[in-house]
């Protein structure tokens, strides 16, 4: 294994081994802290463009299937981890973290003390960083991350959407639709489960041509939180308000938020992993759940839009992890509404059928 840094705007530097392709990947740094789960997690669109670094020591260990990736390919620009694993066992593995790494062309850093780091990030908040396995310097490095900064934030969502209009047929003729701003496997396959059919929508489709499709329910999906496009989708979907029953999720609940009228704001340190506990404020229950977001819905302004409510907060820090307009048939949760066992569905999904179906 060759010698390689990652290289903090701030300058910090750690050290480590190339377990990927040879190269320099640069964009936003951020850590997940959940313990399985590394392939989906590479595999999410919300994280493209970024680098990603796992805080858990030992990564690889019970290798690869196709069958778990979130979307067909890697998203993320750079992976950073403390460990890989020089073996791998588990009866529905396919394959390697070296062969998943190699067929994804990704630049990859191991040996590198990713609790040192984690700690400087939940001081200093999420950072911009070079990662490099081709022998480039500390100072060649920040450079590039200076240069990287200054130019247009490219449209992620537009290579990461479908490009035309595709149908999933259901079990029954039940029809959701979705705003695909980096839809999840996942997510559709809990859909499914539900015997929906599925319409996968276009990111830039039109209020119109949505509403000419008789759908029940639109879902607005999760996705990257920092792209150009996202004022033009919040401008479409504000066309829809009122007119068909909506659910957004992670960034689709921010789009659904700011096409109300409030605002979004970064927070300083992102919610990334599984174990993540939030509170519903009409009752005495709770949930752990899966999140992965950097960017919240401002609170204050949210309360000032008639008839919202917020129907879940996080336990920790008391961002608002979900919210409803009853009168507008509006569900948003600002965490993945992920099946909590073998083919079992989200109750927030299930909550959307039955607003779909008219149903209280």
Do not use: C
């Not at 950073?80 to 973290?97: F, P």
């Amino acid at each position: 294994m060759n010698s390689a840094l990652l290289v903090l705007e701030d300058e910090g530097v750690f050290s480590g081994s190339s377990i990927g392709i040879e190269g320099v990947a640069v964009g936003p740094l951020f850590f997940d802290t959940r313990v399985v789960g590394f392939q989906e997690v590479i595999t999410d669109p919300a994280n493209a463009g970024k680098i990603l670094m796992f805080t858990y020591p030992l990564i690889g260990n019970y290798g690869i299937n196709d069958k778990f990736n979130e979307s067909g390919r890697a998203w993320v620009k750079g992976l950073v981890i403390k460990e890989k694993s020089r073996m791998y066992s588990n009866w529905q593995a396919k394959g390697s973290l070296d062969d998943f790494l190699k067929k994804e062309n990704l630049v990859a850093l191991s040996e590198v003390d990713t609790r040192t780091l984690a700690v400087h990030l939940r001081d200093k908040g999420e950072v911009w960083a070079a990662l490099s396995t081709n022998g480039k310097t500390k100072e060649e490095l920040l450079k590039e991350v200076k240069l990287q900064k200054q130019k247009p934030k490219p449209d992620l969502i537009k290579a990461i959407s479908v490009e035309k209009i595709k149908v999933i047929k259901g079990k029954t003729k039940t029809r959701v639709g979705i705003l695909d701003l980096g839809v999840t496997q996942s997510l559709l396959r809990q859909l499914n489960n539900l015997g929906l059919e599925i319409v996968l929508l276009p990111y830039d489709t039109g209020p119109q041509e949505i509403l000419k499709l008789k759908l029940k329910g639109l879902i607005i999906s999760g996705g990257p939180e920092d792209d150009p496009i996202l004022e033009n989708i919040v401008a479409a979907v504000r066309k829809l308000i009122g007119k068909i029953p909506l659910l957004g999720i992670a960034l689709g609940s921010q789009m659904i938020a700011k096409s109300l009228g409030a605002e979004i704001k970064k927070i300083h340190l992102g919610h990334h992993g599984v174990n993540y506990p939030i509170k519903y404020p009409s009752s005495y229950q709770g949930d752990i759940t899966v999140q992965n977001h950097s960017w919240v819905v401002d609170p204050a302004s949210l309360k000032k839009i008639k008839g919202v409510e917020i129907t879940a907060r996080h336990l920790n820090d008391e961002t608002v992890e979900g919210y409803a307009l009853k009168k507008h048939k509006i569900i948003a949760v600002q965490y993945n509404p992920v099946s909590p066992g073998f083919d079992e569905i989200n109750r927030i999904l299930i909550e959307f059928l039955r607003l779909m179906k008219g149903k209280k």
